[in-house]
């Protein structure tokens, strides 16, 4: 395994996001020790439905999917579970409910776990780009325009989470109910305000973020080639 993921350029990435999911498990650990409560230790969970896209993209990169049928099925599945991965960054609102333990412990805990997410999400998303160019021969232009409205959509799922509740899975489990809810705010714009601010603002935000994640990484490799 360690062979393929150096062979395809990913061993480095996957040691850090491993390295890092570790360390915000140790931390939600150590808390549960010095509070003597269960505190932050769903954000486990919130982070292991954050990997699940880089999941999907590094298995269809590893076993070099050719077919477009399942790359399709790979790209579905993916845009499912996308906005868990940025989803954890809005866990901050919990600072204000929790006060068992240290505000600062709990601020570190929570930037954590929202960067492991972030990281997840970012990675895949690039997994995502990678795929429209090279099995799909997307333009470059056509691929950051994609990735654009990618990032707010995963914006739309993340109101659907925090708001309205809804997961993932619920597609399947309660379908009727959750697109009744997807399609409100634009056949009622005007009494889903919220979902609009929230929406366009974050989903502005996340793509400040994902393309600075990108700029950087770019400049970063740059650099050291020139070296």
């Given amino acids: 395994m360690i062979r393929l993921l150096q062979d395809h350029g990913r061993l480095k990435t996957t040691v850090f996001l491993v390295t890092m999911s570790l360390f915000c498990f140790l931390l939600s650990v150590f808390r549960v020790f010095i509070s003597e409560t269960r505190g932050y230790l769903f954000l486990n969970w919130n982070l292991f439905l954050a990997l699940i896209p880089w999941l999907l993209t590094s298995i269809a990169i590893l076993w070099k999917l050719q077919s477009r049928i399942a790359v399709l099925l790979i790209l579905a599945a993916w845009l499912l579970f996308f906005p868990n991965s940025l989803y954890i960054l809005t866990d901050l609102i919990h600072l204000r409910a929790m006060q068992d333990a240290p505000v600062w412990l709990d601020l570190i805990i929570v930037l954590s776990f929202a960067w492991a997410g972030l990281c997840f999400g970012f990675v895949s998303l690039t ?3 990678f795929f429209l160019r090279t099995r799909f021969k997307a333009g470059g232009k056509f691929v950051i325009l994609l990735s654009v409205c990618m990032v707010y959509l995963a914006a739309f799922g993340i109101y659907l989470g925090r708001f309205l509740r809804w997961n993932s899975w619920d597609l399947l489990g309660n379908p009727a109910a959750l697109l009744n809810d997807i399609v409100d705010p634009f056949t009622d714009p005007l009494n889903n305000l919220t979902f609009w601010g929230f929406t366009v603002l974050m989903g502005t935000l996340l ?19 020139d070296r």
């Fill in 127 to 129: 997994d995502i780009e």
């Fill in 207 to 225: 793509n400040f973020m994902y393309f600075g994640f990108r700029f950087i990484s770019a400049g970063t490799s740059s650099a050291a080639s």
